[in-house]
């Protein structure tokens, strides 16, 4: 019989969905020491909570994160709020002793994400950052090829995620479902929403950035504040690209707009090498197109692999070769992995200081933007 880990939600939009199917799924297919428990969800309005809970099974509700967080009875944190709240939950659970799972990107900023980095070592416990692409199969198989040494030598690392949900000037700006616009809770636009997600990727496949040049731009300038009601300056990025170079000398070109008309959330990544070339489309998510220079050259050609075998990553954990998963699976991946760690003590990736990693590029980019100049990203 597996072991109970009591999970606490704090938050109950679209990533308390995603994380809360992942704990119920998770012990149905991975054979794990631990089993999540959802003991209590929290949230500001005690008939939300209560609605959420009653829907997805949770046992109680707390409408104040500080008492769900000195709960006895809870042994994780997971902290699905908006960015500009992570480090306050995330330093009161450290020092109460939890585990946390704080959604991504990790902080508002650099220094700040320190300081979460600093309290979870100092209270030696078990922490990760939902970065969830790294799980889909397809992406941890290209984790996979690159590591076995297929492609040679990187020489290119191109990303995109685009969407077009931003569009009309008429959206406002701020409160529960577009705190993603206000700058005040989450600390940038779409470079920390979308690019934050590539960037981890690419630093998980092809190692760290060295420095980089990058834009941004905000077409929208003003839009009406929910909370406020006025008409406010908007102070997030609604589009980010930059060019730069790895550690290892490849060269990284970045995209990510919110102003894509057509698209909804295209994230892809190309990856060249010497003897290899590696495709991925979020929209095909379960396909790896690979090419391999060294194939007898008739027969040259790009390869679409359906990454559903049971012997590519996790896959053998769920149907009939074949038979594709989806995206929500990277979540339940996440916390199985998650789980994992806790039993071998080897923490999943990416905990925290992992995680200030892509931080210290978010930084980077919004330093360069600024100030027009090239950037070193800063070693962490
Ligand atoms: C934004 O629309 C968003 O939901 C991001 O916040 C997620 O991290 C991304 O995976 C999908 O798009």
Aim: neutral net charge; glycine residues 8%; aromatic residues 10%.
């Amino acid at each position: 019989m597996a072991k109970p880990l009591n999970i606490g939600m704090i938050g109950y939009g679209f990533m308390g969905r995603a994380h809360t199917n992942a704990y119920k799924r998770v012990a149905d297919f991975f054979d794990l020491e631990y089993r999540p428990v959802l003991k209590a969800v929290c949230a500001r309005s005690a008939d939300k909570a209560k609605e959420f809970a009653a829907k997805w099974g949770y046992e109680s509700v707390e409408t104040d994160w500080k008492k769900l967080v000195e709960r006895k009875d809870i042994d994780a944190i997971d902290i699905c709020t908006p960015n500009n709240t992570h480090s306050e939950i995330a330093l009161a659970a450290a020092a109460a002793g939890k585990m946390i799972l704080c959604e991504k990107p990790l902080a508002m900023n650099g220094p700040e994400g320190l300081k979460m980095v600093e309290a979870v070592e100092k209270a030696k416990v078990p922490n990760m950052v939902w970065y969830n692409y790294r799980r889909v199969p397809a992406v941890t198989f290209a984790k996979q090829l690159i590591d076995e040494g297929r492609l040679g030598r990187i020489f290119h690392y191109r990303a995109k995620f685009l969407q077009d949900w931003t569009i009309s000037a008429d959206l406002p700006q701020g409160g529960t479902a577009l705190w993603r616009l206000d700058v005040a809770a989450a600390g940038s636009g779409v470079s920390g929403d979308l690019l934050a997600h590539c960037i981890d990727t690419a630093i998980w496949l092809n190692g760290p950035l060295a420095d980089l040049n990058a834009m941004t731009e905000t077409f929208i300038k003003e839009r009406k504040h929910n909370l406020t009601g006025k008409v406010e300056k908007v102070g997030i990025d609604d589009a980010c690209a930059f060019m730069g170079h790895f550690k290892n000398g490849s060269l990284a070109t970045f995209e990510s707009t919110r102003y894509a008309r057509g698209h909804k959330a295209l994230y892809t990544f190309e990856i060249n090498g010497e003897h290899a070339s590696i495709f991925w489309d979020l929209h095909d998510l379960h396909r790896l197109q690979y090419f391999d220079h060294r194939d007898q050259g008739s027969l040259r050609g790009w390869r679409s692999i359906h990454v559903t075998d049971g012997d590519h990553p996790y896959m053998g954990k769920w149907w009939v070769p074949g038979l594709q998963i989806g995206y929500e699976h990277s979540f339940v991946h996440q916390v199985a992995d998650f789980l994992e760690g806790l039993t071998t003590g080897k923490p999943a990736q990416p905990d925290f200081r992992n995680a200030y990693q892509t931080q210290l590029v978010l930084d980077a980019i919004l330093d360069s933007a600024k100030s027009q100049k090239w950037v070193t990203v800063a070693a962490g």
